[in-house]
């Protein structure tokens, strides 16, 4: 099934040195965090419940904020882990602990993970391999200046496609919507060097689900389910499709609130579940390590810079990563608190503008200050 050799160590650094408006480029840096003081819980489990009190979060102050959810736009659900226990949820109208939620671009942070293990596997000899060959018939041919764009360029936001996706959500609509989500990209000129300005683009990240499915011989959802999903014991999935059967990389996925809370335990946890190392501990370093300025932020916890489809900031005066979807979708890590907070949100018909920094302003000013 992997007809590549053994990989270099993911995230060599690239000479670009290129930075445009708002935007820089840092090197990965192959260095791994400190290991979490708590021992490495096993995700392949349900979650082990535990009272607030014994992990040092304040057990009423946490009820109040948890009490405040019903107030906050748009908010379908929350999980609250701290020390790798589940310690508080909270499910507002008809979300449930059981139904699965469409998390949209939270599905990038997912992708990264997988193109991690990909590497890992020798599916893809690293982060400097071109996108076209990757691509695989019944893929098209990619060429012009697009066969220069790497899989590290797909993954930082910097593929150089003509794209719009902040001002003019019909960007998104109309890629998702063509007949051929893959040629409608492809079709799109280059308007900056592979690899030099960043511009936030789904479709784009679309392709590295192409690139998996085309090059490991297993559509995304497959490789997931066999490699990242199963092994963290989510056995509760949906994925949307392309128009060519293949997993929209950009946003296409839904999980349970739980088992994003096992996602991002796996990323606080440096890539382990337990004694087994699920995702390279170097690769879950270098990808959710700041690379690049963004123009994007909230009010709640400043601006965001971005590593590789994660974010990072600050928040209550600590460093945090976010994965990050439409309309209130997150996925928050607090490594130095030992916490992870999960949101789900609607966005089908969406509450209020301004609704995503509302649930990361709950999150700060509520459930942060229990945290002791």
Not at 108 to 128: D, H, Y
Request: charged share 15%.
């Amino acid at each position: 099934m992997f007809a590549r050799g053994q990989p270099p160590r993911p995230g060599s650094c690239r000479s670009l040195l290129l930075l445009l408006g708002l935007t820089g480029l840092a090197c990965r840096s192959p260095t791994t965090e400190p290991a979490s003081p708590t021992p490495p819980v096993d995700l392949s489990a349900e979650w082990n419940p535990a009272s607030p009190a014994s992990v040092d979060v304040d057990a009423d102050g946490l009820a109040r904020a948890l009490a405040l959810a019903d107030t906050i736009p748009g908010l379908e659900s929350a999980v609250i882990i701290r020390r790798g226990r589940l310690i508080g949820e909270r499910y507002l109208g008809t979300a449930s602990a059981e139904a699965v939620h469409s998390i949209r671009s939270v599905t990038k942070g997912v992708i990264s993970l997988l193109l991690g293990q990909a590497i890992e596997r020798g599916v893809f000899q690293g982060t400097s391999e071109r996108l076209a060959d990757t691509f695989h018939p019944p893929l098209p041919v990619i060429e012009g200046e697009a066969a220069h764009i790497t899989l590290q360029d797909l993954l930082t936001m910097t593929s150089g496609f003509e794209w719009n996706e902040n001002d003019n959500p019909a960007e998104y609509n109309g890629w998702v919507l063509a007949p051929d989500q893959i040629e409608y990209l492809l079709a799109r000129p280059i308007t900056s060097s592979p690899g030099t300005v960043w511009n936030y683009n789904s479709a784009a990240v679309h392709l590295l689900s192409a690139a998996i499915t085309s090059t490991s011989g297993m559509r995304t959802d497959d490789f997931a389910d066999q490699f990242l999903l199963g092994p963290l014991g989510i056995l509760v999935r949906s994925w949307e499709l392309d128009n060519r059967g293949i997993p929209n990389g950009g946003a296409g996925l839904s999980l349970r609130t739980r088992d994003l809370g096992k996602i991002g335990q796996l990323v606080l946890q440096g890539g382990r579940s337990g004694s087994v190392q699920v995702v390279p501990a170097n690769w879950v370093a270098a990808s959710t390590a700041a690379q690049l300025s963004t123009p994007a932020g909230f009010s709640s916890i400043g601006a965001l810079r971005y590593g590789d489809l994660w974010w990072a900031g600050r928040i209550g005066g600590h460093g945090v990563v976010l994965a990050w979807g439409f309309g209130g979708q997150f996925i928050l890590i607090v490594s130095e608190l030992e916490l992870v907070v999960v949101t789900t949100a609607r966005w089908q018909d969406l509450v209020v503008a301004g609704q995503g920094d509302a649930i990361l302003g709950w999150i700060a000013t509520s459930i942060l200050p229990t945290v002791h």
